[in-house]
């Protein structure tokens, strides 16, 4: 077997409304499906995609609740992951489309 590269990256949510407000109207992804976890049917599995739902641009979420981040408590925390240069370029293009729009509203 040959891998090509990676299919989706896997990480946890404590807030799935924000989670997928910012997903879907800030970064411009796709939600592909909302599910339960599996293994933990009181989670949620929140999976997003690029606008064409192409392979390699996928990004799930499990939501589980959890204490508020503490600095120096040994946690490892992921700020940011890698996402297709179309993706950056359509979250750029929606916060300016929005701040357009409350610009008019005022």
Same mark, same amino acid.
């Given at each position: 077997?040959?891998?090509t590269g990676? &299919? &989706?990256l896997t990480a946890i949510s404590a807030n799935a409304?924000?989670?997928k407000k910012f997903y879907t109207d800030t970064m411009g992804m796709r939600m592909v499906k909302k599910t339960v976890n599996q293994d933990d049917t009181s989670a949620y599995h929140l999976f997003y /995609? %690029? /606008?064409l739902a192409r392979p390699g641009t996928d990004l799930t979420f499990? %939501?589980?609740p959890a204490a508020p981040e503490r600095r120096g408590t040994g946690r490892l925390l992921v700020k940011a992951a890698g996402l297709a240069c179309r993706t950056i370029e359509l979250a750029? /293009?929606?916060a300016a489309n929005r701040? %357009?729009?409350r610009n008019r509203q005022q």
């Open positions: 077997m040959q891998l990676i &299919h &989706h409304p924000g989670n /995609a %690029d /606008a499990f %939501d589980w750029v /293009a929606n701040q %357009d729009s």
